[in-house]
C-alpha cells in the first residue's frame, strides 16, 4: 500500500515556477514508477511526467517537455515535479500517481495503481 500527497501548489505569474512533491508513505516506494497528471477543469486528466523507479529515465508530454522536470529522491520517498515558464494553460489541480507498469504504459493514467489528492496549480497571464 503506498500513500501519496501531493504539496507546492499555489498561484504564480506567467513566466514564474513552482515546485510540486509529493510524498509517499510505504516502504516500497522505490519500487514504483512515479508519474504526474493535471486535470483542468472540464478537461481529462492528462500526462504531464513520469519517471523510473531508480530515477535514471523520464518522459515528458510535449506540452512540457523543456519546461517542467520530473526528480525524486527514494531516500526521502518523494517525487518532484519542478515547473518553468509557466503559462495560463498549465493551470490545473496536479496529481501524482505510482505504478509497476512498464514504460509503455507511463503516460496512461488507468495503468497507475495509487493517487494523490491532487495540488491545485494556478498561473494567472
Known amino acids: 500500500q503506498v500513500q501519496l500527497v501531493e504539496s507546492g501548489g499555489g498561484l504564480v505569474q506567467a513566466g514564474g515556477s513552482l515546485r510540486l512533491s509529493c510524498a509517499a508513505s510505504?516502504?516500497?516506494?522505490?519500487?514504483?514508477?512515479m508519474g504526474w497528471f493535471r486535470q483542468a477543469p472540464g478537461k481529462e486528466r492528462a500526462f504531464v511526467a513520469a519517471i523510473s523507479w531508480g530515477g535514471s529515465s523520464t518522459d515528458y508530454s510535449d506540452s512540457v517537455k523543456g519546461r517542467f522536470t520530473i526528480s525524486r529522491d527514494n531516500a526521502k520517498n518523494t517525487v518532484y515535479l519542478q515547473m518553468n515558464s509557466l503559462q495560463p494553460e498549465d493551470t490545473a489541480v496536479y496529481y501524482c500517481?505510482?505504478?509497476?507498469?512498464?514504460?509503455?504504459?507511463?503516460?496512461?493514467?488507468?495503468?497507475?495503481?495509487?493517487w494523490g489528492q491532487g495540488t491545485q496549480v494556478t498561473v494567472s497571464s
Open positions: 500517481a505510482a505504478g509497476q507498469q512498464v514504460r509503455t504504459f507511463w503516460s496512461r493514467a488507468p495503468s497507475y495503481k495509487y
Open positions: 510505504g516502504r516500497t516506494f522505490s519500487s514504483y514508477a
